[in-house]
């Protein structure tokens, strides 16, 4: 687990080399500063040809270049236009269109959403989606790629979001594909009020399952409860389970009839 925490931490590290790799496109919202210059400080979003119109330069094209090669060719036309003798650019990313992230799945819009602002998390992009359904899981995998290298990340959505914890959160990329699972569920029938299908929660118990069955019918009994469950041999194993046991992903909870 803290080597996993220790990956995830240096990737979050990472953010703001990613911004800086990420080529510039067409919808890219850029902030350009010159230094000693404010009348040049401008904002500019980036046109489908790749170019903005730069004050006293003109037309420049950006498209394709990463920020730190924007920088340079834009105090490259400053300097050979004569108007800036050794200027010193500065250009920050305000807003990410060109680049996109797949969200799939058990979401409430599943599809393709730009990355909007530099450094965006999974759970901003699945925010973006509409969140995560009623049927999602609440482990969710990202598969993408970072520095040439294949990347895939489960990340633990109710830590961030409710334990506070922010570094599992994984800063995304152009590229990436997010994706929600149906949760994990069991199944009860027999002589319940609501036999089904029903989602398993994090610790549910043999006894919370049957509270969210509605209980035992008039004629069910807790004697000779049987659970059906695959071991990791994927044979079906029959047990008699208490009431405080845990129940796992795809128990089948059988409720017999009472004989008298």
């Known amino acids: 687990m803290r080597a996993f925490v220790l990956v995830l931490a240096s990737l979050l590290g990472a953010g703001a080399v990613l911004a800086q790799e990420t080529p510039l496109g067409p919808g890219d919202n850029i902030k350009v500063t010159v230094y000693q210059n404010p009348d040049l400080s401008s904002e500019h979003r980036i046109s489908q040809t790749g170019n903005i119109t730069f004050p006293l330069v003109g ?4 498209g394709g ?14 300097k050979d236009g004569g108007f800036v003798l050794k200027p010193q650019v500065s250009v920050s990313l305000t807003e990410i269109r060109s680049v996109q992230v797949s ?9 393709r959403y730009p990355i909007e602002i530099g450094n965006s998390k999974v759970s901003d992009m699945i925010a973006a989606a509409g969140g995560v359904g009623p049927l999602g899981a609440d482990i969710v995998t990202l598969v993408g790629t970072r520095q040439g290298k294949p990347l895939k990340v489960d990340i633990d959505l109710p830590m961030i979001y409710q334990s506070g914890r922010n570094d599992l959160d994984t800063t995304v990329a152009g590229g990436d594909i997010i994706y929600v699972q149906r949760a994990p569920s069991f199944y009860i029938y027999g002589e319940v009020q609501k036999p089904g299908v029903f989602r398993l929660e994090r610790g549910t118990t043999l006894l919370q399952a049957l509270a969210q069955s509605g209980g035992l019918t008039q004629r069910g009994t807790e004697k000779g409860l049987r659970l059906h469950r695959r ?4 044979q079906v194993k029959i047990l008699e389970p208490k009431m405080n046991d845990p129940i796992l992903p795809d128990d089948v909870i059988y409720i017999r009839e009472s004989v008298f």
């Open 59 to 62: 037309a420049v094209n950006l």
């Open 65 to 78: 270049l990463t920020i730190p090669q924007a920088q340079d060719r834009i105090a490259k036309s400053l």
């Open 103 to 111: 969200i799939l799945g058990q979401v409430g819009k599943p599809g």
């Open 231 to 234: 071991d990791a041999n994927n």
